[in-house]
């Protein structure tokens, strides 16, 4: 009788294993704004007597990158894009953007980063496709964007830099 219980414990086991493991795999929701998504290396730049200076590098802090993230809002709207870093100046704004010409602006931007909300003028932001050159020699995806800091006033700022690779010698 223990046999026979035994064997029906196992065919019962083997048979629950089956049906759990016939479970359709997930399926990824493809963002919106996929096109202009993603991680960057990006320098912040200044505005001196119109020409464009590493702003970290002249205020004596060396050679700075930082990671910038661009990716889509919750509503994944088409026309939504987030702005964020902690890295060289620690915002995150909402964009317009605009998809088919892969640009993005928001001259009323405001960071939400908690307890520094400033405002973050956004102008002339656009994704330039397969046209950076990573130190690894790959070629990669471009980001440039125009932005003021309320907190920096009177400075005209750029960030600027390539989409990463995922290769360790692009990092920084």
């Known amino acids: 009788m223990k046999k026979i219980f035994l064997k029906f414990s196992i065919l019962l086991f083997a048979s629950l294993v ?5 479970k359709k795999d997930y399926e990824p929701v493809v963002s919106n704004t996929v096109e ?3 991680s960057w290396w990006v320098k912040l730049l200044y505005l001196d007597n119109g020409e464009y200076r590493d702003l970290y590098a002249d205020f004596g802090y060396g050679d700075i990158w ?17 702005i964020i870093d902690h890295d060289l ?16 602006s928001n001259s009323n931007a405001i960071s939400i980063v908690e307890d520094y ?11 330039l496709k397969s046209v950076a050159v990573a130190p690894s020699g790959h070629i990669t995806d471009s980001i440039v964007m125009d932005i003021e800091f ?22 920084h």
Do not use: H
Not at 18 to 22: E, G, I, L, P, T
């Open 36 to 38: 202009m998504s993603g």
């Open 66 to 82: 930082g990671e910038l993230i661009t990716s889509n809002t919750a509503s994944n709207d088409k026309d939504s894009l987030w």
């Open 117 to 127: 909300e400033i405002a973050t003028p956004i102008s002339n932001g656009k994704v």
């Open 18 to 22: 089956s049906f759990v493991s016939c």
């Open 89 to 104: 100046w620690d915002f995150q704004s909402k964009v317009n953007c605009d998809i088919s010409n892969l640009t993005f």
């Open 150 to 171: 309320e907190d920096f006033p009177g400075y005209e700022c750029r960030i600027t830099g390539y989409k990463r690779t995922g290769w360790p010698e692009d990092d």
